[in-house]
């Protein structure tokens, strides 16, 4: 006599691998108001408050960052790093790694060449414009823990991402949020809003 638990292997079995992955994939779903597509394009970037920083996300996973200094009373191109990114939405969190650095040489982009460091950066989202990364500096006799916020301060719609030979890429010429705390409350109010009126939707759907 055929065992029940048999019979339950031998169906599985013989269904298509397409209906068994939507099957197991199901149990790995999870409902975000933060998504990907979310990140995509071209942003002037702060770190701990200093809007010093570039980056231009593709949707396929590559992208660009490029960082400004000031000198002499303007922001200069300091350097750049073709980078790859992902963003989860099941754990809320997104990872950054450099690869090939970018300079300029005679206020033209330099060919690009691979250096010998790359970094790799894991985020927690903490809103709707701004993730925020921990990570510990080990040296000889201590241990220093250090957090930066990174906040999407603008979205950059005229930005291109200079080829090689092109003119050294230029600091992004707007109006900027004077108060970065200030606009990231504002934010998080909004995305409360968001919430509460997802809540409302889900209560009258209920009682429908």
């Known amino acids: 006599m055929i065992q029940p638990r048999l019979i339950v292997v031998l169906l599985v079995s013989l269904l298509p691998a397409s209906v068994v992955a939507e099957a197991g994939d199901e149990n790995w779903r999870a409902e975000s108001r933060f998504e990907a597509a979310q990140w995509v394009g071209s942003w002037l970037i702060s770190r701990d408050g200093e809007a010093r920083h ?9 992208g660009r960052s490029y960082a400004f200094v000031e000198h002499k009373g303007k922001m200069r191109f ?9 963003y989860e ?8 790694r450099t690869e090939r ?8 982009v330099y060919p690009y060449f691979l250096t010998l460091k790359s970094y790799e950066s894991d985020y ?15 040296s000889i006799g201590q241990n220093n823990l250090h957090k930066s916020l990174v906040v999407f301060v603008a979205p950059l719609s005229a930005w291109h991402n200079p080829d090689k030979d092109a003119p ?5 010429s707007l109006p900027l949020e004077r108060d970065i705390d200030t606009a990231l409350q504002r934010w998080d109010k909004e995305a409360e809003g968001d919430q509460a009126a997802e809540a409302g939707n889900e209560a009258l759907d209920g009682s429908q």
Not at 54 to 62: E, H, P, Q, Y
Request: net charge positive; glycine share 10%; proline share 6%.
């Open 101 to 108: 650095r970018i300079v300029c040489r005679g206020g033209r």
């Open 54 to 62: 570039v980056w231009s996300l593709n949707a396929d996973g590559t």
């Open 89 to 96: 939405p099941f754990t809320q969190m997104a990872n950054i």
């Open 78 to 86: 300091a350097y750049g790093y073709d980078i790859h990114w992902y």
């Open 168 to 172: 050294c890429p230029e600091f992004p």
């Open 124 to 138: 927690a989202v903490r809103g709707k414009y701004a993730w925020q990364t921990t990570w510990t500096e080990a």
